[in-house]
């Protein structure tokens, strides 16, 4: 396999693809076809993956530090892969599994996370402004002082997360699981908390009482 030819961008259509452990940081790879590509390990620090491909793709364990990540990761493996810094806004990860993972001041603003596993992750201080979180998986997952502002998170699971001073105004959590939620500050205006489950969640400082609204 060419690197350079690749990190040079002369190459579009790698579906399938080994890359496992290779270097394309720094890399031109817009609208390039990875899907169902081998990328565990793969370095692709600072690169441009603007609306490439990497749906169904395994991940595990790569670099995407400081990446354009503003693509398709339908149903792919994220699992303990480095997205610090990232830009995801009005990606599409759908399916996908994002346990373990570094989200570090990533941008998720407009990202499409229905069904995406998020489990126990560290999303302190994210930017989720209008994602859809649709029957995501946020269990124990850390949300402090992210934006959720508008977000769309009915169905979701978030029992035992941490959403301390979360900005959740006007969001929807129409049926979501929120057991046990730590929701302290959290600010909840306009926010819509039909038919979710509050048991045991802290909302202290959120002007709730403990049963929906």
Do not use: W, Y
Request: aromatic share 2%.
């Amino acid at each position: 396999m060419d690197i350079e030819a690749i990190r040079a961008g002369k190459h579009k259509q790698l579906p399938g693809v080994d890359l496992e452990d290779e270097d394309l940081s720094e890399s031109q790879l817009e609208k390039l076809n990875l899907a169902g590509a081998n990328l565990v390990g793969t370095d692709f620090s600072g690169s441009n993956l603007k609306s490439a491909r990497l749906d169904g793709a395994n991940l595990l364990g790569a670099n995407l530090q400081q990446a354009d990540l503003r693509a398709n990761f339908l149903g792919a493996n994220l699992m303990q892969a480095d997205l610090s810094h990232a830009d995801l806004r009005g990606s599409n990860l759908r399916g996908a599994n994002l346990m373990g993972a570094k989200l570090v001041q990533a941008s998720f603003a407009g990202a499409f996370l229905s069904g995406t596993n998020l489990t126990g992750v560290n999303l302190q201080g994210v930017d989720l402004r209008g994602a859809d979180l649709r029957g995501a998986n946020l269990n124990s997952t850390n949300l402090k002082g992210a934006n959720l502002a508008q977000a769309d998170l009915q169905g979701a699971s978030l029992s035992e997360a941490n959403l301390e001073e979360t900005d959740l105004r006007g969001a929807n959590l129409r049926g979501a699981n929120l057991a046990g939620a730590n929701l302290l500050c959290a600010e909840l205006a306009g926010t819509n908390l039909e038919g979710a489950n509050l048991e045991s969640a802290c909302v202290i400082g959120t002007g709730l009482s403990k049963s929906p609204v």
